[in-house]
């Protein structure tokens, strides 16, 4: 198995409740059922307003090299990230448990 970890930051000015930023949230929650490559899928707003916090995290597994790949072409993932280059950066981590 695979963990794929994302952690999101915000830009400058964006806040959680603007239109682009819910329809982005809305798009990433539903990957879950979308996308079978996934075996585990959560994710959510951040708690805490620490300034090294980020904003949203992504936590997620699959079975293998080959479904993460599969998982990161996939059209609903795509156009999920389509939405999140509009407002905030991320950064990544997988790796094998």
């Not at 999101?8 to 930023?21: H, M, S, T, Y």
Request: proline letters at 4%.
């Amino acid at each position: 198995m695979i963990r794929h970890l994302v952690l999101f930051k915000l830009n400058e000015g964006v806040k959680r409740d603007d239109a682009n930023v819910v329809a982005g949230a809305a798009a990433f929650r539903a990957l879950g059922e979308q996308i079978p490559e996934l075996r585990f899928w959560e994710c959510d707003w951040n708690i805490t307003e620490r300034p090294i916090a980020y904003d949203f995290a992504i936590n997620s597994a699959v079975d293998d090299i080959d479904a993460l790949k599969r998982y990161l072409e996939h059209p609903a993932h795509q156009a999920g990230v389509a939405l999140w280059r509009e407002f905030a950066t991320w950064v990544i981590a997988d790796y094998p448990f």
